[in-house]
């Protein structure tokens, strides 16, 4: 499965906040810990894609959006 990483926070709330945001305007999104040089981050992220190429035509029309442009 593939995601579309928008944003990373070194704070959950701020991350639950933003995922929370984005379900409430009809994307598919979460937020998961990841340990990154010894710190926790939330990454948040949209979409499920069964294929990089959907994700990819995904991310192309997402980064349209100024919230999304550094979007991965």
Known sequence: KYTIQ???HPN???AKNQAADLVNKGYSAFYVPA???GKTWYR???GNFSTSDTAKEYLSKIKSN???KDAI
């Open 44 to 46: 948040v992220s949209v």
């Open 6 to 8: 928008v944003s990373s």
């Open 35 to 37: 340990q990154i040089d």
């Open 12 to 14: 959950e709330t701020d």
């Open 66 to 68: 100024a919230s999304f």
